[in-house]
Structure formats: C-alpha cells, structure tokens
C-alpha cells in the first residue's frame, strides 16, 4: 500500500472503487453500502474525519490533488461528480 496521508479514504476508493468495483455494487451508494457492513464505527468515524481532513487541506486544487492521492484507477468524474461532490456523497452515505 503507498503511504498516505488519508489511509482510510484511500482504503476505500482505491480498494472498493477500482476496476473490479462491481464486486462490490453497480453505483457508488451499493458499493459504499457494502463498505459500511466490513467497517467498524471507528473505522466509520475516521474515514469521515479525514474526508473532512482532506477537504481542508486541499480547498484551493482538490480535483488535482484527489487524482494525485487516490491515482488514476478512479476518476469521479465518470461516476458523474467532481473530488467535491464524490466526497458529500461518501459523507452522506457513510452516515445513513
């Protein structure tokens, strides 16, 4: 595993969101949905605190920085978001 900054996220979209992804669901709240069942809630609580993280330390070039971080295997744009908007969408179904 490269080193990261935000080991959790990065566990998540590089292990869930790759091109074998339909393993795990066909959108992003099936995939999401079979993360949250192989999570614990503390696990639970830092992915959402380094989304948060994350924002905060990329705020001015985060589509840049989220292609840097997370690699080219994953492109939220294809899914139909930006780094912004894939990041709400993680938050809100990591709280459901």
């Known amino acids: 595993m490269i080193e990261s900054r ?16 339909d393993m795990w669901g066909s959108n992003v709240e099936e995939i999401v949905r079979c993360y949250r069942q192989e999570i614990s809630v503390v696990t639970q609580n830092l992915i959402m605190r380094e989304i948060e993280q994350f924002r905060k330390d990329n705020f001015n070039n985060m589509d840049l920085v989220f292609k840097r971080e997370f690699g080219t295997q994953f492109d939220p744009e294809l899914w139909g978001y930006n780094a912004d908007s894939f990041l709400d969408e993680l938050k809100r179904l990591l709280q459901e």
């Open 6 to 21: 935000y080991p959790e996220l990065w566990q998540l979209i590089r292990g869930y969101f790759n091109e074998d992804f």
